[in-house]
């Protein structure tokens, strides 16, 4: 297995362009009524980047700018991103859907000086009538015109795009102009190259390159800052282990998954998403075949709560899975056995990666299916249950070049060439405290194998939510900070899929009216809290359960309550179930 990692994410890129200058490298969403998206290949995304970086530059953007992007995934949007990094900046992931408040308070603290955005975004957000229905509509949008930045749009010109604007399409445009008039493509160091590829790209490793906030409160954001060296390295694993390889065809959303297809030549498709914020799993599964101008998907990458529904399909023959998809990756939640056996029994052939990583340090173990199934029937253990299984869940042996230790109450501490440089306006960082509780198991007694990690739980009660890490230390302050909450807690009830249901349990000061208190709470939680740490039910308790000392929530009895009404259906008092809110990661 090669081991060697990239050191540029942009010369990783700019290489698999040389070597397969003709193969498909991104297709977009497919359209209404079955069209299949647009397709761009190797040679045109090198061509892109290099042309619109050269565009950015002579706009005024290079190194140490942050361009603050909300653009839909798709061909041109990959594009503006590379080629942003390309011309020395960084790409500054915000979800707009998180609401006002707390997009004010991440970009105050990732201060960019540009923006690009979908003009329907800014004529939503813009004060007047559509913005209006927009929050009818339950969507927050901050008024993307009214920041002070130098604007870029995608699209056509709608009303709320600021005049100053300038349409994303005129970057590559006047660069190409300037190029036919004999001069060359400036967006990287060097002038030149190869006559047909792209030129050649001088190592910047320690660039920063993309920032991404995790789950916070107005209060505290937390912006991981990733380089292009960080990026490539983790890329690199992620290609390596998942076995991607030019011809392969790669259908995700995810730009974590996109990006290492691409460093290996392979054609990366993304999935409709039509209306929704969200993919639908089945019209995802119903777009692995074949179709015009492409072959059937070869590898895919889904969250447990996604395969789930899938699984159901294949079983009841509703859904016929392709021959030549022989690669699921799994991630972002936890993969029990009970689960993938399912999967693997139903996909029989279909080898399943099972990914441990966290935006700070992605990946950090990838787990074979088939190692996590003997691990979980004890026959690979070195630590058994009662009834021979084995004790916690399989991670897997840490991948080449990361680096871990435990502390003395099982936190895993990691660091590696993938570990992100640190949090945007803290100090570098040198090792990263996962949160997670593990133990390093070394196989059966008298076996010589290399330490696997297990996990054994989680550190300060983080919830894990389709593909959201949930921490409910940063929000129950928040909570309880609202007139009439006495106390609040958050806890997490498994599903029975590797998902959590997120609870939110409330005792109202003396005197409160609880269903008052809900309607509060259900009014003011999307203005205060990350849209993707939304509770799915809230109850208002007469006195929360408490344990210890210090009389602290009994999270443990609080879990076991929730469970209970979560197995035997019943309805939380006063608050019905809400939707899922959309999940997230860029």
């Known amino acids: 297995m090669r081991t060697e990692l990239p050191d540029d994410l942009i010369a990783a890129v700019y290489d698999a362009a040389a070597k397969h200058p003709d193969h498909p490298a991104i297709t977009a969403p497919g359209k209404r009524g079955g069209k299949p998206g647009k397709t761009i290949s190797y040679r045109d995304l090198a061509a892109g980047i290099e042309s619109t970086a050269g565009g950015l530059r002579r706009e005024g953007f290079g190194p140490g700018e942050r361009l603050l992007f909300s653009v839909r995934p798709g061909p041109a949007a990959f594009t503006l991103a590379l080629a942003a990094v390309r011309a020395g900046g960084a790409v500054v992931f915000i979800d707009p859907g998180v609401g006002p408040e707390l997009f004010r308070s991440r970009t105050a603290l990732a201060t960019p000086r540009w923006a690009a955005s979908e003009s329907l975004l800014y004529?939503?957000?813009?004060?007047?009538?559509?913005?209006?229905?927009?929050?009818?509509?339950?969507?927050?949008?901050?008024?993307?015109?009214?920041?002070?930045?130098?604007?870029?749009?995608?699209?056509?010109?709608?009303?709320?795009?600021?005049?100053?604007?300038?349409?994303?399409?005129?970057?590559?445009?006047?660069?190409?102009?300037?190029?036919?008039?004999?001069?060359?493509?400036?967006?990287?160091?060097?002038?030149?190259?190869?006559?047909?590829?792209?030129?050649?790209?001088?190592?910047?490793?320690?660039?920063?390159?993309?920032?991404?906030?995790?789950?916070?409160?107005?209060?505290?954001?937390?912006?991981?800052?990733?380089?292009?060296?960080?990026?490539?390295?983790?890329?690199?694993?992620?290609?390596?282990?998942?076995?991607?390889?030019?011809?392969?065809?790669?259908?995700?959303?995810?730009l974590m998954m996109g990006l290492p297809a691409l460093i290996a030549g392979a054609h990366w498709t993304m999935p409709a998403y039509g209306l929704s914020a969200t993919i639908d799993p089945l019209r995802f599964a119903a777009e692995l075949g074949p179709a015009p101008g492409r072959k059937a998907a070869t590898h895919v990458f889904l969250v447990p709560s996604q395969l789930a529904p899938i699984l159901d399909a294949v079983e009841s023959r509703q859904l016929a899975w392709p021959d030549t998809l022989k690669t699921v990756m799994l991630g972002a939640a936890p993969v029990l056995a009970p689960f993938l056996a399912r999967a693997?029994?139903?996909?029989?052939?279909?080898?399943?990666?099972?990914?441990?990583?966290?935006?700070?340090?992605?990946?950090?173990?990838?787990?074979?299916?088939?190692?996590?199934?003997?691990?979980?029937?004890?026959?690979?253990?070195?630590?058994?249950?009662?009834?021979?299984?084995?004790?916690?869940?399989?991670?897997?042996?840490?991948?080449?070049?990361?680096?871990?230790?435990?502390?003395?109450?099982?936190?895993?501490?990691?660091?590696?060439?993938?570990?992100?440089?640190?949090?945007?306006?803290?100090?570098?960082?040198?090792?990263?405290?996962?949160?997670?509780?593990?133990?390093?198991?070394?196989?059966?007694?008298?076996?010589?194998?290399?330490?696997?990690?297990?996990?054994?739980?989680?550190?300060?009660?983080?919830?894990?939510?389709?593909?959201?890490?949930?921490?409910?230390?940063?929000?129950?302050?928040?909570?309880?900070?609202?007139?009439?909450?006495?106390?609040?807690?958050?806890?997490?009830?498994?599903?029975?899929?590797?998902?959590?249901?997120?609870?939110?349990?409330?005792?109202?000061?003396?005197?409160?009216d609880p269903a008052a208190l809900l309607r509060t709470l259900h009014r003011e939680l999307p203005l205060l809290i990350d849209e993707s740490a939304l509770p799915d039910r809230i109850e208002a308790m007469p006195r929360l359960p408490a344990s210890g000392r210090h009389r602290k929530p009994d999270r443990v009895a609080l879990r076991a309550l929730f469970s209970d009404r979560l197995t035997h259906g019943s309805p939380p008092h006063g608050s019905p179930q809400r939707d899922r809110p959309p999940e997230g990661t860029p």
């Open 344 to 512: 693997a029994r139903l996909l029989p052939g279909v080898r399943f990666h099972c990914i441990y990583g966290m935006t700070e340090v992605l990946p950090i173990a990838i787990a074979d299916g088939r190692e996590k199934l003997d691990f979980a029937s004890g026959r690979t253990a070195e630590f058994r249950t009662a009834d021979g299984a084995g004790e916690g869940d399989y991670l897997g042996g840490p991948l080449p070049g990361v680096r871990f230790r435990v502390a003395e109450d099982h936190e895993l501490i990691v660091s590696g060439p993938n570990m992100c440089l640190g949090y945007l306006g803290e100090d570098t960082m040198d090792e990263h405290a996962t949160g997670d509780l593990v133990r390093v198991d070394r196989g059966p007694a008298g076996s010589t194998g290399t330490p696997r990690l297990v996990l054994l739980g989680r550190k300060k009660d983080m919830i894990i939510r389709g593909k959201t890490n949930i921490y409910p230390g940063l929000y129950e302050p928040v909570i309880a900070g609202i007139d009439g909450v006495a106390q609040a807690a958050m806890v997490g009830v498994p599903d029975g899929i590797g998902d959590e249901t997120v609870w939110l349990a409330v005792e109202p000061r003396q005197g409160q």
């Open 123 to 254: 004529a939503l957000s813009a004060p007047g009538p559509q913005r209006r229905l927009a929050r009818r509509r339950g969507l927050l949008l901050p008024d993307y015109a009214a920041m002070e930045v130098r604007h870029f749009h995608s699209g056509p010109w709608l009303p709320g795009v600021p005049f100053t604007s300038t349409n994303i399409r005129a970057l590559s445009r006047n660069a190409s102009r300037n190029a036919s008039r004999g001069s060359k493509y400036d967006g990287g160091a060097h002038d030149g190259g190869r006559p047909d590829g792209p030129p050649p790209v001088e190592a910047a490793p320690g660039q920063e390159a993309v920032i991404i906030f995790t789950s916070g409160t107005t209060g505290k954001p937390k912006g991981v800052v990733h380089s292009r060296g960080t990026l490539a390295a983790g890329f690199g694993q992620l290609s390596t282990r998942c076995t991607f390889a030019a011809g392969d065809r790669i259908h995700s959303e995810q």
